[in-house]
């Protein structure tokens, strides 16, 4: 059975930091991204990464604060959030593909995590 379990949300003042991370059972992946989305609007790509250590891909909002990275070994990804802002405010979405198919589009992801909220006080 494959699972994409997330992890590290919480509260955090404008400025601070948090680190999420996917941990992925059942099987590996070729891309792990992470979408987010606020109350009201639709889900958005923030960030992915090719398993082989081909590329990262970030949103313009996040790029030069976030940062994504993946732990072969323990099949997990992580996105490492510094700078926050108030409107990084979301639920945080780990997403995986099979096989490469372009990481911008949701569409394009077989696989979903529960999501986990990330709250930016200002």
């Known amino acids: 059975q494959v699972q994409l379990v997330e992890s590290g949300g919480g509260l955090v003042q404008a400025g601070g930091s948090l680190r999420l991370s996917c941990a992925a059972s059942?099987?590996?992946?070729?891309?792990m991204g992470w979408f987010r989305q606020a109350p009201g609007k639709e889900r958005e790509f923030v960030a992915a990464i090719i398993w082989s250590g081909a590329g990262t891909y970030y949103a313009d909002s996040v790029k030069g604060r976030f940062t994504i990275s993946r732990d072969n070994a323990k099949n997990t990804a992580y996105l490492q959030m510094n700078s926050l802002k108030p409107e990084d405010t979301a639920v945080y979405y780990c997403a995986a593909q099979k096989y490469y198919s372009g990481v911008y589009s949701r569409d394009r992801y077989d696989y979903w995590g529960q999501g986990t909220q990330v709250t930016v006080s200002s």
């Open positions: 059942g099987r590996t992946f070729n891309v």
